[in-house]
């Protein structure tokens, strides 16, 4: 059974730096390219940074501009996306997701995934 869990999120004033981690489990970590998501309050949810399965490709939303950092050690089935300079507009659910991959791309669909975990919420304040 694949789990991710999420951690990390919290309420942190605007300019703060927010660390996010998903730990997987029931799935072999290196056959599976990662991607984090996020669900603002009475939005659709969107994509915001992929990784493939070894970590030497990455690619961001455009609202990231540099802010979030996309890692992942696969010693320790964990996905990380580090978040500085946050603003009051990334106040959301972040969701962590997985979809298997054999190619070594990522992906940036929501679609494209197959598990996902239970979200850990971010609020920023101004």
């Known amino acids: 059974q694949v789990q991710l869990v999420e951690s990390g999120g919290g309420l942190v004033q605007a300019g703060d730096s927010v660390r996010l981690s998903c730990v997987a489990s029931?799935?072999?970590?290196?056959?599976?390219?990662m991607g984090w998501f996020r669900q603002a309050p009475g939005k659709e949810r969107e994509f915001a940074a992929a990784?493939?399965?070894?970590?030497?490709?990455?690619f961001y939303a455009d609202f990231v501009k540099g802010r979030f950092t996309i890692s992942r050690d696969n010693a320790k089935n964990t996905v990380y996306l580090e978040m500085n300079s946050v603003k009051p507009e990334d106040t959301a659910d972040y969701y962590c997701?997985?979809?298997?991959?054999?190619?070594?791309?990522?992906?940036?669909?929501?679609?494209?995934?197959?598990?996902w975990g239970q979200g850990t919420q971010v609020t920023v304040s101004s």
């Open positions: 029931g799935l072999t970590f290196t056959t599976y390219a």
């Open positions: 997701e997985a979809t298997e991959d054999y190619s070594g791309t990522y992906y940036v669909g929501l679609y494209d995934y197959d598990y």
């Open positions: 990784i493939n399965w070894s970590g030497d490709e990455i």
